[in-house]
């Protein structure tokens, strides 16, 4: 049963503790993401267990006064009860942005490989929140110059 499980409003600031190299400037990132819900699942009696998810989202990444449009498609999977009223999700996916420099920080070149992890948990009917640690870099894709961004986001969501 393939659907759309909920659309979040989220925006988030880099850390000051970046995987890798440290970061050079502080990136906000602000974004519309779109959670699906994928076929494969397992689940026991009880109701929990482990499903799968593809989370998509588009907007923008701030640095050194200049903006990019970042548009990031991450598979993964969620922990949790089979209704979802709470999960862990860990997710790899890719990221593309309009540009790659921001100020004096290169991240080396449009495509971007991303790690996440999610807590999400609903808090009144169909409203929940979340918080995910997104980890993004070139993995030396394109050299070894270039540097990754992990930012902190903050999710509001509409759950279906």
Not at 5 to 19: D, Q, T, Y
Not at 22 to 36: G, H, L, P, W, Y
Not at 39 to 61: D, K
Not at 143 to 155: I, K, P, S, W
Request: with cysteine; charged share 15%.
């Amino acid at each position: 049963d393939v659907r759309v499980l909920n659309v979040s409003l989220r925006g988030g600031l880099s850390g000051h503790s970046p995987i890798g190299k440290k970061e050079i400037e502080q990136f906000q990132q602000s974004d519309v993401m779109a959670t699906t819900r994928l076929p494969w699942e397992w689940y026991s009696e009880s109701g929990l267990g482990v499903g799968t998810r593809l989370v998509t989202s588009g907007g923008a990444l701030r640095a050194a006064g200049e903006t990019a449009f970042i548009g990031t498609f991450v598979p993964g999977l969620a922990f949790g009860p089979k209704d979802g009223r709470f999960s862990l999700e860990i997710g790899g996916g890719f990221a593309l942005l309009s540009q790659h420099k921001f100020g004096t920080q290169d991240m080396g070149g449009p495509f971007q490989l991303v790690w996440t992890t999610a807590l999400r948990t609903a808090v009144y009917k169909a409203i929940g929140v979340g918080y995910c640690f997104q980890h993004m870099s070139d993995a030396t894709l394109y050299g070894a110059n270039g540097r990754g961004v992990d930012v902190h986001l903050f999710e509001l969501s509409y759950r279906y």
